[in-house]
């Protein structure tokens, strides 16, 4: 009879995709050294926290999340943007065990190795080659390099995660390949910023299946565009270089998706914010894109409210958004991270106004998001089925995206009673029927 484990670990992951990304490589690590990772506190012999602190309530609820660990199990290992502030995670938490900063994995598993050794065992120490994924098998995150060399005033990820450092473009592709191999359908390429991909290696040139590479962004996309699969790019700044890719997801080649965050739309809050393409237009490079690649989706996110904002500033984002009609916004309120140079601006918007600001921007782009959902109505288009939900009455659903919908941030597309031969993780051909604010409703055309 097999014996249960001692070396059960309990792994809590919180924050943005790319925290996630941390959290697989530590798990993957641990896997391959024959840790069981548990779900509950009470089977883990020890609890691994990857925290946020990008914001006041990520810094909030990191430190709830190590409270309840705490709580739970009390053996703790925390790791992760939060760890860089490791005297607010004592002052508060005093018992953990170890706290490390973000990207940190070898001393994590160090941490882990003292706290709880390894067991060595060959049978339990396999590890698939793709990795211990978070996300569901059919899409992956793909980390392309950590850091950032531009200074946002609002943003304290450069002092936490230092500046930009590259992944060469054999060894992101070599991993690519993997993902796919283990039946991933849907890359989503991450980075703090994709676009300046390889300035750290000088481009270096690399060798990927015969051909050379240059470890940058066009050539990233060129190489991603052979796999086959989906390939999503986020955190893409609006540069000249970028018109290159668009030709590429005109064909097919690269999902015709682009995340884009543009922040503001006034050159002097853009300056203030110390934007990287500030400068650029954007509207005119909107443009030129969309005559190239008419189905192009781009998402963008924006600060409302930060220092110095003016109604008539305010009153020209709102017109950027009227004019740019982008597909899917995020908005946030600007909130005083500890820290970020913004703080030290001048005339800090009220509370009430900020809150004014975010209704007003989020009105308007609920319109815009509507109207441009509806011109999908009637067509066929190609869906990635996430999930099948079935309701207690019975009812089944299957929950898919389309090229337009990013997991977790986008809208989804529901697919009333499908035919029992549609599973998660596969493709599928549908008809959109109906439209809200957010999402499609659609009918099984062919799978
Ligand atoms: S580009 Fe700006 S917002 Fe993004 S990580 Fe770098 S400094 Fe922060």
């Known amino acids: 009879m097999q014996q249960p484990s001692s070396n059960r670990i309990g792994f809590v992951s919180l924050g943005c995709p790319k925290a996630l990304v941390d959290s697989e490589r530590i798990l993957t690590q641990l896997r391959a050294e024959g840790y069981e990772i548990v779900p509950n506190y009470e089977n883990a012999n020890l609890v691994v926290v990857n925290t946020c602190g990008f914001i006041e309530s990520a810094v909030n609820e990191s430190l709830d999340a190590i409270g309840e660990a705490i ?14 502030k490791k005297e607010v995670i004592l002052d508060k938490h005093p018992n953990v065990l170890s706290v490390t900063g973000p990207q940190a994995y070898e001393e994590v598993v160090r941490a882990v190795h003292e706290h709880l050794p390894p067991s060595h065992d060959p049978f339990v120490s396999l590890v698939p080659p793709q990795g211990i994924k978070l996300t569901p098998r059919h899409y992956a995150y793909l980390k392309i390099s950590e850091g950032c060399n531009h200074a946002c005033t609002f943003c304290i990820i450069p002092s936490m995660r ?57 050539d990233l996309c060129r190489a991603m565009s052979k796999l086959g699969i989906w390939v999503r790019m986020h955190y893409v700044y609006p540069y000249k270089h970028v018109d290159d890719v668009i030709p590429l997801m005109t064909e097919g080649a690269l999902l015709p998706y682009l995340d884009i965050p543009f922040q503001h739309a006034s050159a002097r809050i853009l300056k203030l ?18 005559k190239i690649c008419p189905d192009l989706t781009i998402r963008s996110t924006f600060i409302v409210g930060f220092p110095g904002e003016t109604e008539a500033e305010f009153a020209e984002l709102l017109q950027f958004l009227r004019d740019a009609q982008l597909d899917r916004v995020g908005c946030f309120k600007y909130s005083p991270v500890e820290g970020a140079k913004a703080n030290e601006l001048p005339n800090p918007v009220p509370e009430e106004i900020k809150d004014e600001r975010y209704r007003r921007f989020m009105e308007i782009q609920a319109e815009i998001s509507s109207k441009r ?16 939900r079935e309701s207690e009455e019975g009812d089944v659903a299957a929950i898919a995206r389309s090229s337009a919908d990013a997991p977790e941030i986008d809208g989804l597309v529901f697919i009333e009673n499908p035919p029992a031969s549609i599973k998660p993780g596969q493709f599928a051909m549908v008809k959109i029927i109906d439209a809200d604010e957010y999402d499609l409703y659609a009918e099984v055309f062919e799978n």
């Open 71 to 84: 709580a739970e199990n009390g053996k703790v290992i925390v790791t992760g943007c939060l760890g860089a």
């Open 162 to 218: 230092g500046k930009l450092k590259s992944r060469t473009i054999d060894e992101v592709m070599r991993e690519a390949e993997k993902l796919k191999q283990a039946g991933v359908k849907e890359l989503l390429v991450i980075s703090q910023d994709t676009s300046a991909y390889g300035l750290d290696l000088k481009y270096e040139e690399k060798l990927w299946q015969n051909e050379i590479f240059k470890t940058q962004f066009f």
């Open 273 to 290: 914010m110390k934007r990287p393409a500030s400068s650029e237009n954007n509207l005119e490079r909107i443009k030129a894109w969309r």
């Open 373 to 388: 959902l509806q011109q999908k109505i009637g067509k066929t288009m190609q869906v990635l089925v996430d999930e099948i």
